[in-house]
């Protein structure tokens, strides 16, 4: 069965390599992207994603605080951040934003394999 993702990230280059590299894996398939956290709130509305992938510096809303309206509009599906800054991000700030998984865009591979644990598990 095929699990859907969203894509958050203000670069499109960066949406569109994740996007690329999400989509070679079986059984993933981005439904939608959105360049900042208030785009991702209005397209996870009907979209109705299995994961979001977050980017954590945005214009207007950054990652954390997406996640966090996401979970007070009761949203339940995991999310990660996916972010250069990975390093800069708080575990505890993570936890409270409903955050799964917080990765660095440089290893793509512990992308895959969050991606691939959550989906499983929901």
Do not use: W
């Amino acid at each position: 069965m095929t699990k859907s993702i969203l894509l958050v990230d203000d670069s499109e280059l960066i949406r569109l390599a994740t996007r690329h590299f999400l989509e070679s894996q079986p059984g993933f398939k981005v439904c939608g992207e959105a360049v900042d956290g208030i785009d991702a709130l209005e397209k996870a509305s009907h979209l109705n994603p299995d994961l979001v992938i977050l980017d954590i510096a945005m214009p207007r809303i950054n990652g954390l605080q997406t996640a966090r309206e996401l979970r007070a509009r009761m949203y339940r599906m995991p999310f990660i951040l996916f972010t250069g800054y990975a390093d800069a991000v708080q575990p505890e700030d993570a936890v409270a934003a409903g955050i799964s998984a917080v990765i660095s865009k440089s290893n793509p591979a512990a992308l895959q394999s969050q991606v691939k644990s959550l989906l499983a598990a929901g």
